[in-house]
């Protein structure tokens, strides 16, 4: 069987699309996963052994690769490292210093993995066999791309009404068009995460963006007001009095 991602003939394992660590506090006292259905919040079981997993990936490319390379840096920045709080009363989380390429190809191994999958969870994720390619080529070559290569930006989610971080959640991602772009919307590490589609960058969204410097600023929302991006963001970009450059015509 073919690796989708080497395109080399080997062995195939069991790949994980979202990394088991950003799982292990979302199972309830049974052991299962909850996987939340878009934004609606009502908790759906799934059989951790049957949904999760699928055969992708060689273990080189699973192991050597995504594993050490990307998914590390982010499990150590993330938890090791507690850049993401347990509390805030802020209303951003400013992180000035990550490495900008593990941390773009970790989110960007996410969103090519869940493309290629075919598990019912990512049926909403379908990049199209370009873009597809094009980020196959990024993950292989540990090539980040610029920031405006599939522009990152991020939200923080806070406990209804409270000032804890909520953790372990993971949703089923979404997509959704925003000035004709698509971006995809995933669900875990205590964020959502957006990932616009192609090599064009929505201006409104840079202040709060993946920067090349590797300085990224998340909004802080209650979890009670996920909602579309355009309430999720449009509100807030308005408030924040940030100088956003406009492209001189
Ligand atoms: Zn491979």
Redesign the pocket.
């Known amino acids: 069987m073919k ?6 003939e ?1 062995k195939i394992c069991k790949s994980h699309i979202i990394p088991e660590f950003l799982y292990k506090q979302g199972y309830d006292e049974n052991g299962q996963m909850y996987v939340l259905k878009k934004a609606n919040f009502k908790p759906k079981n799934l059989q951790h052994n049957q949904d999760v997993y699928e055969k992708l ?6 192991g050597k ?1 995504l594993n050490e390379k990307y998914e590390k840096y982010f499990h150590k920045l993330w938890y090791l490292d507690k850049t993401l709080p347990t509390i805030t009363t802020s209303a951003f989380l400013e992180i000035p210093n990550l490495d900008y390429a593990p941390f773009k190809l970790f989110h960007l191994s996410i969103l090519w993995r869940a493309s290629i999958s075919s598990l019912a969870p990512f049926a909403m994720v379908s990049l199209g066999d370009e873009q597809e390619e094009r980020i196959r080529q990024m993950l292989l070559n540990g090539d980040p791309g610029q920031p405006n290569d599939y522009q990152i930006f991020g939200a923080l989610f806070l406990s209804r009404g409270t000032n804890k971080v909520l953790d372990g959640f993971i949703a089923a991602p979404t997509r959704q068009e925003y000035q004709g772009l698509q971006i995809y919307q995933f669900i875990f590490g205590g964020c959502a995460w957006h990932y616009v589609i192609g090599d064009q960058s929505i201006e409104d969204f840079l202040p709060v963006s993946l920067s090349a410097s590797g300085s990224l600023r998340l909004r802080v929302r209650d979890i009670g007001n996920l909602a579309s991006i355009n309430r999720f963001f449009i509100e807030d970009v308005s408030q924040m009095h940030f100088p956003i450059k406009r492209k001189s015509k």
């Open positions: 690796c989708k991602l080497c395109l080399q080997r990936l060689c273990a080189e490319c699973d690769l």
